[in-house]
């Protein structure tokens, strides 16, 4: 069937059948510079989707929307020092414009801590000015190496969100604040299951005092970070002389924190739910949720298209996003092929004979067909589209938890980190860490929130576990 579409399966090439299913699904495309993307109509709406939810729950929990520029001068990123040596082979760096050589070059903006840790030294004054909740959609630029479409190209969109405090207390009940909003999403909205949890040492955002993260399995087993929140403490705020004056009268550094969820996530969408068949797409998020097919010969044309337009606007009505695919030029076989590329949760199949009966034929993408009742269709569809959508969660989970184990010997570790996510138990030094990715490839992917307290042994090493609690491994993207 994957061959029938142009699409190498999945068990044969993982990597090229993603390749393949973002590009004839009509998602996305190369750009002319090396690493960049176009995101086309229906990729970008996937993305409307995620955003406008991210975007309400920011608004509610009273982050406010603002916008930085592009361009930040170079001095700013000597001023944090892990900061400066985490992005440095990552940035583009711009020395000339307007035909002359810049006194100081500028960072094509590859996040924005600096700059508004520039602007918050202005700002904030006292303590009244404090919290400040900020975020921002934009554009950043890491000149990756390595490229992948949505996972990792030169140039993405996200959202980065950037918060100043007045307490510590308040600082890291933030970072884990936007965490859990990000989870909700990629859980509810998405179907994307995943760990929560702290990145360790080696794995940290280059800066921070720690980071969390979402580690989601990917249906080759491997884990993609789909979002992180960051506590900074007062790194940057003493960087950038962020301070105010408290209620006490005493001057204190701010404690700061920044979050982010990108384009990466409609890649994790593909790669989780796809099939041999094409995407697979969580109902919430569909650009189309239903697509209408209409099936007739020359002589009942006029009297399908009639009722199709019908059923089309009865569903449009009731509020579930709607395609009636009234082309004459492509047969009902090829129309049923490519909506399933395209990862539409339900086919309304509806011919001459379905009209007479007032019925149409409801096909899932998950499988499975059923006749409806016109009067029927619209309430039935609202019911199995969340049913859609808990099946895709739940096909999630139990995919990752079948390729998740506990191990206790480096053996079976090195035989099922080829497969999938591995838990054990790590000394949490850096150098053994660095080993393991070596011998592995596999890298430390965070120390799970929810994991049970335990003790053990590092599974590489042999010294204590550093964490009290098994850790979680994979290759990842």
């Avoid at 593909?270 to 995407?279: A, F, N, R, S």
């Avoid at 899932?364 to 269709?377: A, C, D, N, Q, Y």
């Avoid at 660095?434 to 799970?448: D, G, M, Q, S, W």
């Amino acid at each position: 069937m994957a061959k029938d579409k142009g699409l190498t399966p999945q068990s044969e090439d993982f990597n090229e059948w993603y390749n393949e299913v973002v590009l004839k699904a009509d998602l996305v495309d190369y750009g002319p510079v090396r690493g960049t993307m176009v995101i086309k109509p229906y990729g970008y709406a996937l993305w409307e989707g995620l955003q406008r939810e991210l975007d309400r729950r920011f608004k509610e929990t009273g982050h406010h929307n603002a916008y930085f520029p592009l361009f930040i001068p170079m001095s700013f990123f000597q001023k944090e020092a892990e900061h400066v040596e985490g992005f440095a082979p990552e940035l583009a760096v711009v020395t000339h414009a307007g035909g002359e050589e810049l006194e100081e070059p500028l960072a094509v903006r590859p996040t924005s801590e600096t700059i508004i840790g520039h602007m918050w030294a202005s700002w904030i004054k006292s303590y009244r000015d404090l919290p400040q909740l900020l975020n921002q959609w934009n554009s950043v630029v890491r000149w990756e190496l390595r490229t992948k479409l949505f996972l990792r190209t030169s140039e993405f969109l996200w959202q980065e969100g950037h918060t100043a405090h007045a307490t510590q207390e308040e600082a890291e009940e933030e970072t884990r604040r936007m965490l859990d909003i990000y989870a909700t999403v990629l859980r509810e909205y998405a179907a994307v299951p995943g760990w929560e949890g702290r990145k360790t040492e080696s794995e940290k955002f280059a800066g921070a005092e720690y980071t969390l993260t979402y580690e989601a399995m990917m249906r080759d087993g491997k884990a993609l970070q789909s979002c992180t929140s960051h506590y900074f403490g007062q790194k940057f705020s003493r960087a950038f002389e962020i301070k105010f004056q408290d209620k006490d009268l005493q001057t204190k550094y701010a404690y700061t924190t920044s979050w982010g969820f990108s384009t990466r996530a409609i890649g994790a969408i593909v790669m989780t739910h796809g099939d041999d068949k094409g995407l697979i797409l969580p109902p919430k998020l569909a650009p189309i949720q239903v697509v209408v097919v209409p099936i007739y010969k020359e002589d009942t044309r006029a009297k399908v298209l009639a009722a199709a337009e019908g059923l089309a606007q009865a569903l449009k009505a009731a509020g579930i996003r709607v395609h009636l695919d009234d082309r004459d030029q492509y047969s009902p076989g090829f129309k049923f092929n490519e909506w399933e590329l395209k990862g539409v949760p339900f086919r309304l199949e509806l011919g001459p004979r379905d009209v007479d009966a007032q019925t149409a034929v409801l096909a899932s993408r998950l499988g499975g067909k059923e006749t409806v009742p016109m009067e029927e269709i619209a309430p039935t569809l609202a019911d199995s589209l969340e049913a859609f959508h808990q099946a895709l969660y739940q096909r999630a989970l139990g995919f990752r938890d079948a390729h998740t184990w506990k191990v206790d010997t480096y053996e079976d570790f090195k035989a099922k980190v080829q497969e999938g996510f591995v838990k054990a138990f790590h000394c949490g030094e850096a150098e053994c860490e660095r080993e393991i990715k070596a011998e592995t490839t596999a890298t430390t992917r965070c120390i799970p929130l929810d994991e049970p307290e335990d003790k053990g042994s590092c599974i590489r090493c042999g010294k204590p576990s550093a964490y009290g609690k098994r850790i979680l491994f994979a290759k990842a993207y």
